[in-house]
Structure formats: structure tokens, C-alpha cells
């Protein structure tokens, strides 16, 4: 009898791999699948460089990691990009390095795609006030 159920599963496993259909292949058709799918990220940091003379033009912000090294990430940026500096639209050009900027971008087997790019308004710096002079006696 148990033999018979041996030789069962061993047909089955030989007819399946005979078809194409085997563990190996479900893997690579999946993986083949997984990397055209596109994923979605968002990250803020300071804008470290920008390239407007590429094709396409490029920008690049450095995370701050907690007791790491910083993480550095640099995006495409197109046409389609909506770039908005202190909540106004903006072009890549308005954007300068050292600015605090939110990047939401694309990740695909293509790279990384920017698809927003918000610069956050620079806080005024708070005002000195001057220490009263004192009266010489």
C-alpha cells in the first residue's frame, strides 16, 4: 500500500514538472512579476544636490538614521513631478541644496522616480534681542 502512494507521487511531481509547472518556475514567473510592480515611498530630509542639466533632471536628499550613517536617495525628476516650495508650485530650479524637503517617489526596475517633491518653508531665524546698556558711573 505504500508503495502504491510512492509511485502516485512520484507520477504527479514528474507529470507536473513535464508541463512546465513546477515549484522553480512559480518562483521565477513571481519574481518576474514582483520586480515590473512598482512600490510607492515616502522620506524627508535635507536636499544634498540637484542636477538640472541631466535628462532627466535629478535630486538628491540625505535621511538622518539614528546612530547610523545617513541614508542617501536620489530620484528622477519629470514632467509629471509636482514640486511645491512653502506650499506654492514650484519648478526644480527653485529648489536649492540645504533645503528640508518631503520626496514621494517610485521605486521600479526603472529606479526611482519622483512623483512630489514638497519643500518645507525655512523657519525664521528667532530675532536677538539687545541686552540693555548699562550706565557708566
Not at 526644480?92 to 514621494?104: E, Q
Request: aromatic share 2%; proline share 6%; hydrophobic share 40%.
Amino acid at each position: 500500500m505504500r508503495r502504491g502512494w510512492i509511485a502516485i507521487g512520484l507520477t504527479l511531481a514528474l507529470a507536473l514538472m513535464m508541463t512546465g509547472w513546477a515549484p522553480t518556475a512559480i518562483g521565477a514567473k513571481h519574481q518576474a512579476a514582483k520586480s515590473e510592480q512598482s512600490v510607492v515611498r515616502t522620506l524627508t530630509g535635507e536636499v544634498t544636490a540637484i542636477d538640472l542639466q541631466a535628462t532627466p533632471q535629478t535630486l538628491v536628499v540625505e535621511v538622518p538614521k539614528p546612530g547610523k550613517d545617513a541614508l542617501t536617495v536620489g530620484a528622477t525628476v519629470d514632467a509629471g513631478t509636482a514640486v511645491k516650495v512653502g506650499g506654492q508650485a514650484a519648478k526644480l530650479g527653485d529648489v536649492k541644496p540645504g533645503d528640508r524637503a518631503t520626496i514621494k517617489y517610485e521605486k521600479s526596475g526603472k529606479g526611482l522616480r519622483a512623483l512630489a517633491v514638497t519643500v518645507q518653508p525655512k523657519k525664521a531665524a528667532p530675532e536677538k534681542k539687545a541686552k540693555p546698556e548699562k550706565k557708566a558711573k
